[in-house]
């Protein structure tokens, strides 16, 4: 049995307008999806899945079959889970030149579901990782990233961003501009993680914000304004030696990051993607005293991602009405992890 | 006796823009505060006060002795209410060239102190008008609204905008831009407020916008964009006969403000001037089916206003919890008005 896992992550800014070839930086998190691959003797492909929401389910699935399991969680979101596995075998099956591989795949994920968290991501590359090692190719970590990028494309009909598949794989932060992923370095960040328990409708929220760019120039405007929010912030991250950015504390830094994601968070609610639960987690995040708050991924429900050293964010969100679940969560410095 | 009355006004596009040379629309409502004034026969200022907030309240007031009212809002708010009319005599006096003329005034408003509804215009407004009318020496409503903002300006040292004071007095919508105010028609604006019970620091506020605006030129972009969001919303208010706008219905038109209102709240928020409460409540709107919804004024707390048809908006407000008054609007076609 070959095992791999694969993290999940937040956006510290710019997603929506990566869309538009402005940069965005993903960070990956730990909290990971875990995949257990043995080969089967027969082409046939069985998957089980445990934990896939935060609410945790365990179900038997056979992807060749048209069962449904019978679960706790939206059947789309099953179905889209699934779908990425089988994406994923797809890409193994090609890489390691053996069409007719079978697999028991168990699933572990620690990522909530369709919750701009990078849950697809992270199994679509532990999935790669762990198969490809089953059939005795592996893959660099690079052709990695690209066979997982392949795959969601394939799933989301070529609307995938390389970004997401790029910082699962890599780890760590990543600055994405178009096509170009890069990995950059970022001080220790004191992220802590509100999930309201919902998820936005990705396609139909990238779809919105197009129609606002397409009808206002204004709306095009504040997505050039969010590239610009990006620049700034990396310069924070991981500053030239040249850069005063350079010369501030990590904690200053830290704080202007925290600043900058607020004021992130007010052009995606300007563009329309924001959602009651989700300003009411980033606001008892401010309150808390968080360096910053802003929705993470696409919105219209799903998770926020604020900066706090203290266990003053955490505790306000558990006591926030509507938000289901808070966690800290370390930046991963490690991408996919090879567990055996 | 002699009383008159002016109403207050809910920001519809472009506050805190305004500051720096962008166009705002700002729009009278039938919540009006009445100001009756008696000459007397000593050259004292007696000021009896009613109802200055939405709490309510009665205060004996003498302007020159260190008698602080002894009631249930903050002292604050009462003094800044005195000085208005404190400075509206002074405008009143100088017009009428009567340096030592005395005055018993009463004061009842039905506009939430210091919420953004423009209270202070309207007193200061509505006590010049009574007051000169009392003297035998009536002003013209541009005489008026140009002392009221003398008035203004020399309570606020010099922070005042001429359009508070302008749209209390002459009514309706107006366009603001630097100095320069004028009416502009709009159709009948399906208004409805939202009030926290709270008050944001207006020079606080504007404070901090400024220091965004200095440190990040992307916050000066912000503030760009909301001018283009005012622009293109004019056009939907009073459209040019040869303007695609006026071919679109009154119901097409007021739901297009509604969206654009929307996005300057958000724009409003990333500035840094928005609050858990006053985003609760512009959600409250939106979920009740809402138009539109934004936050008007300096923010920090105090009243939103949407755009809603249907009762389901006030209905909405009133269930939220942090919503301590909702109430629909009417546009107040008339400014000043002389009661008697």
Known sequence: MTVSSAPGKVYLFGEHAVVYGEPAIPCAIERRATISVEARDDDHVRVQASDLSLDGFTVEYTGTTDDRPDVDVPASLVDAAMGYIDAAVEQARDAADAPDAGFDITVESEIPLGAGLG?????????????????????????????????????????????????????????????????????????????????GDTGELVASVRALKDRYDFAADTITTIGN?????????????????????????????????????????????????????????????????????????????????????????????????????ELADDGVRRVA
């Not at 590359?125 to 990695?144: H, M, Q, Y």
């Not at 350079?246 to 830290?254: G, M």
Request: aromatic residues 4%; charged residues 25%.
């Open 229 to 329: 929010i990006v620049r700034r912030g990396e310069r924070f991250l991981d500053p030239d030696p040249s850069d005063p950015a350079a010369d501030q504390s990590v904690e200053e830094r830290i704080e202007e990051i925290g600043r900058l994601m607020d004021f992130n968070h007010g052009l995606l609610e300007s563009l329309g993607v924001s959602s009651r639960s989700l300003d009411s987690m980033v606001w008892a995040a401010r309150e808390a005293g968080a360096h910053g708050a802003k929705l993470t991924g696409a919105g219209g429900g799903g998770c926020i991602v604020a900066l706090d050293p203290t266990p003053e964010t955490l505790t306000g969100l558990r006591f926030t009405p509507g938000c289901e679940e808070a966690f800290r969560a």
């Open 119 to 199: 849950s697809s991501a992270a199994v679509t590359v532990a999935g790669i990782d762990a198969a490809t090692r089953e059939l005795g190719a592996p893959l660099s970590v690079e052709d990695l990233a690209d066979r997982a990028y392949r795959a969601e494309a394939a799933v989301q009909k070529g609307e995938a961003s390389r970004a997401d598949t790029f910082c699962s794989a890599v780890g760590g932060a990543v600055r994405v501009e178009g096509d170009d992923c890069r990995s950059i370095d970022a001080p220790d960040l004191p992220i802590v993680v509100g999930f309201d328990g919902g998820a």
